[in-house]
């Protein structure tokens, strides 16, 4: 059961202890992708790049990940986006960004193909940055695909990754997720994110708000605090595995999300999902960078 994951990858530039800067890649799709495969689910991945050498060292290192990278297409003359992560004493982290550019930005617009290939997948996962990087029309596109999708039976994961800075205004990312929250049927939230958009709330209203658009999954994740999970009626909160000084926060949610979905793929239970997901994470907000080291286990042991 593989799971198309569609979004942007840029080069990424995180600072290391010496002050000198580490040359990777990154992006919340990528990061998910990758901490998936590493977790023991199968994806495969839809965006585009640049041919410059980077971008195609990129894809290069994505299938040694076991990442699939047959729907990966390259412009040519392009170079793929960049962004250059900057952490407080915290490990909380800011991101500058070089992607107006970016081949991902019309992916779907300039290979329309690549939405006969995503029908032929059992679930498709997106975010909010893979809707703040297309053009309102690519949107229009992507959401009429998603409708039909859904009636054939496809599942749609969405985790809903809000960056004001990457938006015109807060008015439009609010109306673009309105329309995303009736499209999707599991729903990884960020609860920062969700105060983000709509200020202030309970978790039982961010709950009450995705499950009245007919979401069927929701995990709602609050950093330290315990992680909320719903499933078929049923709501557990399931505690976090604590860490006092994180280094790097860049990929905590993206790695949740990989090492859930691998367990969803996996077919175990949104409580032992989310513990291997808290579990991932927690290792890799310890390490610099979106992409810690292979050797690095990230995979729980059951109890």
């Not at 942007?8 to 600072?15: A, V």
């Not at 990442?67 to 793929?80: F, L, Y």
């Not at 069927?216 to 009626?233: F, N, P, T």
């Not at 049923?234 to 691998?262: E, K, R």
Request: hydrophobic letters at 40%; a neutral charge.
């Amino acid at each position: 059961m593989t799971i198309a994951i569609l979004g942007e990858c840029m080069l990424e530039f995180s600072r290391q202890d010496t002050g000198d800067y580490r040359l990777s890649f990154g992006g919340d799709t990528l990061n998910t992708a990758l901490y998936l495969a590493r977790n023991g689910g199968a994806c495969d991945y839809f965006t585009a790049v640049g041919d410059d050498p980077f971008s195609l060292n990129m894809i290069n290192d994505w299938e040694s990940e076991g990442i699939g990278v047959n729907h990966v297409k390259i412009k040519k003359n392009q170079t793929s986006g960049l962004y250059i992560i900057q952490n407080d004493n915290s490990g909380e982290r800011t991101f500058h960004y070089w992607r107006s550019a970016s081949p991902a930005r019309s992916y779907l617009s300039d290979f329309p193909i690549v939405l006969d290939e995503l029908k032929k997948y059992p679930m498709i996962f997106l975010t909010g940055i893979t809707l703040a990087i297309y053009s309102e029309q690519v949107r229009k596109t992507l959401f009429a695909f998603l409708t039909r999708y859904r009636k054939l039976g496809g599942i749609v994961i969405f985790d809903n990754n809000f960056r004001a800075n990457n938006w015109e205004s807060k008015s439009v990312a609010k109306q673009v997720y309105k329309k995303m929250m009736n499209l999707t049927d599991v729903a990884l939230l960020s609860f920062d994110d969700e105060i983000q958009m709509h200020g202030e709330h309970s978790i039982e209203k961010c709950l009450a708000q995705w499950l009245s658009a007919g979401v069927r999954e929701v995990i709602i994740k609050r950093g330290s605090k315990d992680c909320l999970g719903y499933k078929d009626g049923d709501t557990t909160f399931v505690p976090t595995d604590l860490v006092d000084h994180p280094i790097d926060t860049t990929a905590a949610g993206d790695a949740f999300n990989g090492a859930y979905l691998a367990a969803k793929q996996a077919g175990q239970s949104l409580v032992e999902g989310i513990k291997n997901a808290n579990y991932c994470s927690s290792v890799v907000i310890m390490n610099k960078g979106a992409i810690i080291d292979e050797n690095i286990n990230i995979r729980r042991c059951k109890s």
